[in-house]
């Protein structure tokens, strides 16, 4: 018989005699059958190594997940992967790696330093132009919110938009907080409670902080992204942040900007160069390409960007309810509901087409991080096999 791994969700309110109670109600079973506690985010790592059996060695039936005390809970490893939950945290910060890493790590280990387990940093991509970076985060939805917010207040405590020089629009320290669901049992409505829960918990823990809600967690409204950083003035040059009216948190402090916190299905970035310093012609090939204009490709939002002595077509790849309009384009479900993305191959030839029309060729194509089915796969991986610095097993993108 294969060995069974489960961990046990405590509330806050668990106390020591809570835990002996836990060990009381296991018993031995066959040889190969054993329970080790996966999550301990409310003790330190000494609280646990009083009962040292429960992380070694001591056998336990499987279904004491049946167990009705409303103090814990227990699950199989498998149900971690069934409730992953991602987030692809954008700060405002790319040419100091320490500070990025410093951040990145904050979201797998606890202050004292061990690991946050059921957590994993999957990739770091840093844009040294733009200034900015994307950590890709993934934990289940029963702890996204802490690993998040963790990695949130290394961000904030460090990163001072007073100084803050890049050719990427940005209004925060910490700019954008999404959500997305890459497990079977994890739905939108879920993901959009649990941003709104974070977003309240951040400006609560850093007094200065603000941010606005987009997505699923824009309830009753559900307004999209892009709307919600129109009505803030997130596309403008030059920000009044004291005329900024934030869904959650008072008037931003300068050093802290405002936060966009938010939860929907899975958005992609997939970013092109063109051979060109002419932002016209960006603005041109923008403007064909997204989804509200005419022939433009469905769920794709757009923004051109002069990036390293050339112009970048930088897009955001949302997904989109329903069947897809191609049999090859890739679809994954939430909660049973399919939902399709334009293929990053078929955005790159777009914009090739379309820059051609005035004499632009284009340099090549980036992925910023994963697709959402890559993101899934490799979550699987690492969370099963405990590598919380995946992101150091893997080779990052770095433009």
């Not at 040292?52 to 499987?62: A, D, R």
């Not at 669901?181 to 994890?186: A, R, S, T």
């Not at 016209?280 to 989804?291: I, T």
């Not at 897009?315 to 384009?329: F, I, Q, R």
């Amino acid at each position: 018989m294969q060995n069974t791994d489960y961990f046990v969700l405590y509330r806050r309110t668990m106390t020591r005699l809570d835990l002996k109670a836990l060990c009381a109600h296991a018993r031995p079973v066959r040889k190969f059958e054993r329970f080790r506690v996966f999550e301990t985010r409310w003790w330190d790592d000494g609280d646990l190594k009083d009962f040292g059996p429960i992380t070694q060695s001591l056998q336990f039936l499987p279904h004491l997940g049946s167990v009705t005390s409303p103090r814990f809970r227990v699950m199989s490893l498998s149900a971690v992967t069934r409730r992953m939950v991602t987030c692809l945290l954008n700060i405002s910060e790319a040419r100091n790696r320490d500070i990025v890493d410093k951040v990145a790590r904050a979201a797998v280990f606890h202050k004292h330093g061990g690991w946050r387990e059921g957590s994993t940093v999957l990739n770091i991509f840093n844009d040294h132009g733009y200034n900015r970076s994307v950590i890709t985060i993934v934990a289940s939805i029963d702890d996204i919110g802490e690993a998040v917010l963790s990695a949130c207040e290394q961000a904030l405590d460090m990163i001072d938009m007073r100084g803050h020089v890049g050719a990427h629009p940005c209004m925060g320290a910490v700019d954008l907080v999404p959500l997305y669901p890459l497990g079977e049992d994890v739905g939108l409505e879920e993901c959009g409670r649990e941003a709104r829960e974070l977003a309240g918990r951040l400006t609560r823990r850093v007094p200065g902080t603000a941010a606005f809600y987009f997505g699923m967690a824009d309830d009753p409204s559900h307004r999209g992204l892009a709307q919600r950083r129109k009505e803030v003035g997130w596309f403008r040059n030059n920000h009044d942040l004291s005329r900024v009216r934030p869904d959650v948190g008072g008037t931003p402090e300068s050093r802290y900007g405002l936060t966009g916190v938010g939860a929907s299905p899975y958005v992609m970035n997939c970013n092109v160069t063109l051979g060109t310093q002419d932002l016209n012609v960006g603005h041109r090939v923008a403007a064909s390409l997204r989804e509200s204009s005419p022939g433009g490709i469905p769920g794709v939002q757009v923004l051109a960007l002069p990036h390293e002595g050339a112009v970048e077509i930088a897009c955001n790849v949302e997904s989109v309810p329903g069947a897809p309009p191609a049999d090859h384009w890739p679809t994954f479900s939430i909660r049973g509901q399919q939902f399709w993305h334009a293929p990053a191959s078929l955005i790159s030839t777009h914009v090739k087409q379309l820059a051609g029309r005035y004499g632009v060729v284009t340099k090549g194509t980036v992925l910023v991080g994963f697709t959402p089915q890559e993101c899934k796969g490799l979550a699987v991986q690492a969370i099963t096999q405990g590598i919380g610095e995946y992101w150091k097993h893997q080779r990052a993108i770095f433009m």
